[in-house]
């Protein structure tokens, strides 16, 4: 049989190991896609590839809330579902957000962080929130584990870090303590791949101020020129911060973008549309200042 | 190297013999198993008229390797009540005029179960989100969105009875 349907993470490996190239499926969601359109060609009868469907793996669909590390060790099979629902929720609200904007009911009910970390579309919803928040990626194969920054396992357009013989095993996301949120521009509310989208999260204790910006370069952007000036201008005591500042925290961003025009926008509007969103997601975490 | 393997569906064990590996759970419904009520209208996961349940999830089976399905319960619209018994959702949207065409409207029926199943009295702003993954080009949402409300209305009023 050429589709594997392993029951443990020990079982997987085992199988990832012994077919060099298999295909891991997850969710389904990109990659019957490209099945369904042609573009991704599953072993045909003669070539004996192997597809190893992960969503029966416990280990892979459960997660963990490592309460003195302040973290929470999502396994790479968590759908997007459970995400957007407590108490992932109120531990992670700016992904649970991005989780909500995923598709449709039906899709965030298969579709994985995993699988959208792994496909590393420019566009892909949960990458902005997971660098905003520094959050590091596991990946396991027959040879052992390695962790890397999420932010360095994405190289390019659908391009990863991740090597043959490996799966991403789970996503560790630190608990911050502060606002955190999510914005995205497309043409509806439901069912639509971001225009643009920015993801902004504070840590009021360290003092610390992220953006990430996602749609607009082929990954996911940090602007730490915008996050330097925000943290130098918030009242950290007030916990507010002037209009202006935020107006120049949304220019700041923007200029960090490196946005293409291509079939779903312009360069020009998606820029227009970051600076928007940098400074209501500033304005939204320290709701203080005047509008 | 073709596939041969056994769905669960509606409660009966189907086998499925001589399958390409890459088959989609919704092509093997209708073209292998004679299932209809699940339609294909675009194969990418963005119309919803193909969603089934499968291991009691709300998916589209266009985008289930159907060869993944193996061992978990999968319920279409045939298996939600028997021919000429519709259920409560599927009388509902005769009664409200929700179904036109018809061609979303299995679609909608196992998604309005779903939801309902999960969320006894949603507000119209549940019912919009919940029901967001199925498109329908005919009928404009209102009576669809009617037809859960009402079913809502009359699960309670049982319920009501039923306790009293
Ligand atoms: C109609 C529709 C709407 C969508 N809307 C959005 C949206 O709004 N925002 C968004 O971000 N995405 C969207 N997507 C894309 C998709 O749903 C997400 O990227 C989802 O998170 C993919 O997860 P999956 O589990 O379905 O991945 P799969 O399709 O199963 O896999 C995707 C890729 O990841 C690999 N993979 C999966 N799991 C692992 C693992 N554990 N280790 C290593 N590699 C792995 C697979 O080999 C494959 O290459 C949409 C898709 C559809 C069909
Ligand atoms: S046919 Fe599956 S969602 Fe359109
Ligand atoms: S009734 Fe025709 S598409 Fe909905």
Known sequence: MTVLVPTSLDEAIAGLAA????????????????????HRHFPWPDDGATI???????????WTYDVPAATVVLG?????????????????????EAA?????????????????????SPAGDGLPVLAALDADVTLLSAGGRRTMPVRDFMLGVKRTALQPGELIESITVPVLQGWQGYSKVGVRNAMVIATASACVATDVPSRSIRIALGSVAPTVVRCPVAEQFAVERVDWDALTVDAGDAVEFGRLAAAASRPIDDHRSSAEYRRHAVAVMAQRLLQRAFPGGER | MSEHYTLHVNGVERAVQDA????????????RLGLMAAKGACEQGECGSCSVLVGGNLVCSCLVLAASAVGEPIVTVEGLAPPGAPSDVQQAFVDCGAVQCGF??????????????????????????ELSGNVCRCTGYGRIIEAVQQVAVARRTADAGAAS
């Open chain 1, 52 to 62: 190893i469907a992960l969503h029966r793996v416990p280990e892979l669909a459960t």
């Open chain 2, 20 to 31: 390409w590996v890459g088959e989609n759970l919704l092509y093997v419904l209708r073209e």
């Open chain 2, 104 to 129: 979303c409207t299995p679609g909608l029926i196992i998604a309005a179960h779903d939801l309902l199943d999960r969320t006894p009295e949603p507000t119209e702003m549940q019912i919009r989100e």
């Open chain 1, 76 to 96: 790479a099979g968590v759908t997007w579902a459970t995400i957007e629902q407590p108490p992932l929720r109120d531990l992670v609200p700016a992904l649970a």
């Open chain 1, 19 to 38: 077919n060099g190239g298999a295909t891991l499926l997850a969710g389904g969601t990109d990659l019957m896609v490209e099945v369904n359109e042609g």
């Open chain 1, 100 to 120: 909500r904007t995923v598709g449709s009911p039906q899709i965030r009910n298969a579709g994985t962080v995993g699988g959208n970390l792994a496909t590393c």
